[in-house]
């Protein structure tokens, strides 16, 4: 290995061919992050040597590393690319950009230098061959070839392949340098060029680390990505790859074309995994190394996991574990388009893709992958009953909205522990090991804490638009007969079409839906955002409609006349005769309950028992339903607990605001309190009630009160 610091003019004076080989990642710098950052380290060099010209100021690039090829492309000295082809191949196009602008301005001797550096003279070129000196082997050398070849002026719209980044990343230094050059006039026109042409082949600086053609370049590269180059999980496991079916004497050309799937837009778009952005191709390689191995992986930690299997776990060639990999990549990708189709009849497997993405939950995908894993035993009964347990599992929390950390974890215990368990005993084995979860991060909800918690559940507030309409989505299945043991009532699921979500009582509902006082305020403002308030529609109402009147010839029931095709809406039009009013709401959200309890069933007999850890704190509430409530009367003087603050005292007014000793008027005790003591403050802990009690027992007693009478309403007949 020879490691030195070199400038361009050295690194590519000579005739040779520089090759991307075919296994590297698509050129995918860009303007901002790097094409605006270059150019102004040029455009400061340069100013610096105009303003000086005895000075030498230096700018440094980065590595790259290049690996001998003796005996490849004829007489010239060949070099692969390692690592640093984004480096080298924006080199090259800003060169030729140069090369062209000084083209046209008539400078000749500088355009002569900059061709000198991106083309082999004539006499080494083979055949027919093409001059350039950097040579792309995948998916670019079109777009690459084209650009470097077009005689000036180029006239980008034009080009075959305008839309790639790497005619675009020439068209903006030519635009650049263009503009530059010129405004300061044409006398000025030559020495500016000259400068950057200096500049550009003697100031800046690479470190070329060239190794022998038996060196391991693999691990250099590794090495060198550690550390927060932005390289995907998926281009290192790439490169990893196509490195060990050179060494097992694979045409690595043939396996590109025919076994790695991953180079396409759709594996090259961005997932959101929590509050991260991935790749969907590392993401994939993520999920499926996950459904071989049986552990949770971090996405940081999928490479070096790869490599350790592939390494020391894997028992055949990388040939025939890549083809396996491109089999079920095919898999994923069809489930993926399935479930994106509005109207296609999914399977159970595609439903339970669609249903996961709409939640944004990706975590049971291993567990489909290792099912459908090729070779498996898994028979399509057990298979897709395993689906619909974990897909229960999975929603019931999301639906309770517990957390969704330690899933991925279980997920993969449950391969791990199962990957060797018989077909005919595979199903009554997983639900055993989900029934027995315990824990309040783990643990499979019951249908009573999921009926209770949903009757009183502010949805619209607490969902994301397209997790509700998916649970949305699941009611109307139902309702067409979609969970049962009875055949469909339509023959069709509801399309996936992104059908607007609407409030039966309206949001802005005081015009047309008054009440008397602030106790039925309140439970009218509890009510609005419930599951039985929201329903779907195949089009959106105009706001006089969806803000009118429920009753009426215009009114918003005979409204949803036009929306029969949704079965829950005929259901809502029968149960609304005489009106649609609170009483109405919590009817329905029983109904909306019981619906997505049948489409997410448990076993017999389970009901989630939490043995360890808390489930769920207490509803926000505030201090306007306490009033309603009567259990915190008008007038009440609260009074701050702790030690400077404990003279200050605020007023309960008759509208549920705090009117603290200063005259400030506060919707929540914590506004109050962080009013009081400038800073954060829990409102609920730090005032007291006149008796010494905190006001966060007034709270307790309130929704101990409201569930004893939820629990009430809902055992009230339908």
């Not at 050129?27 to 610096?48: A, I, M």
């Not at 392949?161 to 050059?181: C, V």
């Not at 490599?307 to 990708?333: N, W």
């Not at 309702?479 to 009582?505: C, D, K, N």
Request: glycine letters at 6%; charged letters at 25%.
């Amino acid at each position: 290995m020879d490691t030195a610091v070199r400038t361009p003019l050295e690194v590519f004076t000579m005739p040779q061919h520089l090759v991307v080989p075919l296994f590297q990642r698509p050129y995918v710098w860009e303007q901002d992050n790097q094409w605006v950052p270059l150019w102004q380290d040029v455009r400061r060099l340069v100013d610096l040597r105009l303003a000086n010209p005895a000075a030498s100021p230096t700018h440094f690039l980065g590595a790259v590393v290049l690996q001998s090829m003796p005996g490849q492309m004829g007489s010239l000295q060949s070099w692969s690319i390692i690592d640093g082809q984004q480096r080298l191949t924006t080199l090259q196009l800003l060169f030729d950009a140069a090369a062209s602008v000084f083209e046209a301005a008539g400078v000749d001797q500088v355009t002569g230098q900059l061709e000198a550096l991106t083309q082999n003279p004539i006499a080494f070129v083979q055949g027919e061959d093409v001059p350039l000196k950097l040579r792309h082997s995948n998916r670019d050398r079109e777009a690459y070839d084209e650009i470097m070849l077009t005689d000036p002026p180029v006239a980008y719209p034009t080009l075959n392949h305008a839309s790639s980044l790497i005619p675009r990343a020439h068209q903006y230094f030519a635009e650049q340098i263009a503009s530059w050059t010129c405004e300061a006039g044409d006398e000025m026109v030559a020495v500016r060029a000259n400068a950057l042409a200096n500049v550009l082949t003697q100031s800046l600086q690479i470190v070329v680390i060239g190794l022998r053609a038996d060196e391991n370049s693999q691990e250099i590269f590794e090495t060198l990505n550690a550390r927060g180059t932005p390289l995907t999980a998926a281009d290192l496991i790439k490169n990893f790859v196509f490195q060990r079916l050179t060494a097992e004497g694979i045409d690595t050309h043939m396996a590109y074309r025919d076994l790695w799937p991953f180079d396409t837009k759709f594996w090259e778009k961005e997932i959101s995994v929590g509050r991260y952005p991935i790749s969907r191709s590392s993401l994939f390689l993520n999920q499926w190394l996950v459904s071989r191995v049986g552990e949770e992986i971090g996405p940081k930690s999928t490479f070096t996991r790869f490599k350790h299997y592939v390494e020391h776990e894997a028992s055949f060639p990388m040939a025939t574990l890549l083809r396996s990999i491109k089999d079920q990549a095919s898999q994923y990708q069809r489930w993926t388009e399935r479930a994106a189709d509005p109207h296609a009849e999914l399977s159970v497997v595609e439903m339970c893709v669609y249903r996961s993405q709409a939640a944004e939950i990706e975590a049971l995908k291993p567990v489909l992958l290792w099912l459908h894993e090729p070779g498996s035993e898994v028979s399509q009964g057990p298979r897709d009953k395993v689906v619909a347990m974990l897909e229960s599992w999975f929603m019931r929390r999301a639906l309770l909205r517990l957390s969704l950390g330690d899933m991925g974890r279980v997920v993969a215990e449950l391969i791990g522990v199962h990957r060797r368990i018989a077909d005919t005993d595979l199903v009554e084995s997983i639900e055993r090991s989900l029934t027995n979860l315990n824990a309040a991060s783990t643990y499979w909800p019951g249908d009573e804490e999921l009926r209770t918690a949903l009757a009183a559940d502010a949805a619209y507030r607490r969902f994301r638009r397209g997790r509700l309409r998916m649970f949305l989505e699941a009611v109307e299945d139902h309702y067409r007969g979609y969970t049962g043991s009875t055949p469909s009532a339509t023959g069709t699921r509801v399309a996936r079409v992104g059908l607007p979500i609407e409030h039966l009582m309206p949001q802005s509902w005081t015009q047309h839906w008054p009440v008397s006082d602030l106790a039925e305020e309140v439970e009218r403002e509890s009510h609005i955002h419930r599951f039985g308030n929201l329903t779907l529609l195949t089009a959106t109402l105009n706001s006089a409609v969806s803000n009118g009147p429920w009753l009426g010839e215009n009114g918003k029931r005979a409204k949803l006349e036009r929306h029969d095709v949704l079965l829950m809406n005929r259901r809502i039009r029968e149960l609304s005769v005489d009106g649609w009013s609170e009483k109405e709401i919590d009817h329905r959200t029983s109904d909306v309950a019981d619906a997505l309890i049948a489409t997410w069933r448990i076993p017999e007999g389970h009901v989630g028992v939490v043995s360890t850890g808390p489930v769920a704190g207490l509803p926000e509430t505030s201090t306007r339903e306490l009033v309603a409530s009567g259990l915190l009367p008008v007038g009440t003087v609260l009074r701050a607990r702790y030690g400077q603050w404990a003279d200050r005292k605020c007023e309960v007014l008759a509208t549920g605001e705090l009117l603290t000793d200063d005259g400030k008027k506060f919707s929540t005790p914590s506004g109050a309190g962080h009013h009081i003591r400038k800073g954060a403050t829990n409102g609920w802990s730090f005032w007291e009630l006149p008796d010494g009690r905190r006001l966060s027992a007034l709270r307790t007693e309130y929704h101990e009160t409201h569930r004893t009478k939820q629990e009430a309403k809902m055992n009230e007949p339908k």
